[in-house]
């Protein structure tokens, strides 16, 4: 239900796909200006990893995390002890990019595809410096259309899907061909295989770093559940959700045609029925609900971005609020 777009597409700003690089040198200049002097610190990344490297110990506090346990410390103290760890100073992220058809969508200020763009621009300005490199898979539209019907509006051209790697390498010149790819992908029609993406970044295993996974999680949960708990047993996991607010609920606004970007099918929806905005709205609330379970489920982080909201305000905070909860001893 909540894949459904309008037909008629919005009103919007520049899209990335229209003069690619003036936009990606605005949204650089943009995202510069409001993180740099923000989100400085001690640490290489968004999300800081402890590290690898073993440190001293010390005695355990609440909120440690129990896995860190120094047993022969603690059995010769017979206090508990927890190991430190030294922070690695070169951090490798990579994104897992998700740009399906329904990712073509927006009501807002913005396109879902835009935000996805711009959160992988805030995401490449962040881990960058320091010597540290970022990666990037992403894919758009990996099956077919389902089946034809009577209903759909100029079926979209069948073709293959794509799962494309960039390496990940550092410097600030290679993040701007990294976003450059990103920007350059086409949509293509049909529904994305969003965990056999997220499983791209299992192979080859690689050290641990960050991941990020940035897409609208509409493909069934089972699908990408697993890949993505596979990733957390290696890697610090940052779920970026970019939602649309007529996925969460439908206007009154009389018959409304809708369509699905990935199958094409087109259909009339009565918005004028209380009872069916009402179904519309909880059958929406349940889906988020359950992406964030999953999410939770596999020990990520989840930071939901919105068309209709500055998106980089609610990364400002999240990434404080991360930050704050590492020095307090908590992870999420």
Do not use: C
């Not at 430190?84 to 399906?100: F, I, P």
């Not at 559940?225 to 890697?235: A, E, I, N, Q, Y």
Request: zero cysteines; glycine letters at 8%; hydrophobic letters at 40%.
């Amino acid at each position: 239900m909540a894949r459904a777009a309008a037909v008629t597409p919005p009103v919007r700003p520049a899209a990335v796909g229209e003069r690619d690089e003036a936009v990606l040198a605005r949204l650089q200049l943009l995202i510069t200006r409001r993180l740099d002097g923000l989100l400085q610190g001690d640490y290489a990344g968004l999300l800081p990893g402890p590290g690898s490297e073993a440190g001293e110990s010390r005695e355990y506090r609440p909120g440690d995390d129990v896995r860190r346990m120094d047993w022969p410390v603690t059995a010769r103290t017979t206090m508990p002890h927890v190991r430190r760890t030294v922070a690695d100073r070169e951090l490798e992220t990579w994104l897992a990019v998700d740009l399906s058809a329904s990712l073509d969508f927006g009501t807002g200020r913005w396109l879902k595809r835009d935000v996805v763009v711009a959160a992988a621009a805030a995401l490449a300005h962040l881990t960058v410096r320091g010597g540290n490199r970022i990666g990037a898979v992403i894919g758009s539209g990996t099956e077919p259309p389902a089946r034809a019907s009577r209903w759909r509006a100029a079926p979209p051209p069948a073709g293959p899907g794509t799962l494309t790697r960039v390496p990940a390498r550092s410097g600030r010149r290679e993040a701007q061909a990294l976003l450059r790819a990103v920007a350059h992908t086409p949509v293509r029609p049909g529904r994305s295989d969003l965990g056999a993406l997220v499983d791209m970044l299992n192979r080859p295993p690689r050290r641990r770093g960050l991941a990020v996974v940035i897409s609208d999680f509409l493909a069934p949960p089972q699908q990408w559940g697993r890949p993505l708990r596979k990733l957390r047993v290696r890697h610090d996991v940052l779920a970026i959700e970019v939602v649309d607010p007529r996925e969460l609920e439908l206007p009154d606004v009389g018959v409304l045609p809708v369509v699905d970007p990935e199958t094409g099918e087109l259909h009339e929806v009565q918005t004028a029925d209380a009872g069916l905005r009402r179904r519309y709205a909880d059958a929406a609330v349940a889906q988020r609900d359950a992406i964030a379970a999953q999410v939770r489920a596999a020990g990520a982080a989840h930071l939901r971005l919105r068309t209709d909201r500055d998106w980089l305000l609610d990364m400002v905070r999240f990434v404080a609020a991360q930050r704050h909860a590492r020095t307090r001893g908590t992870t999420r």
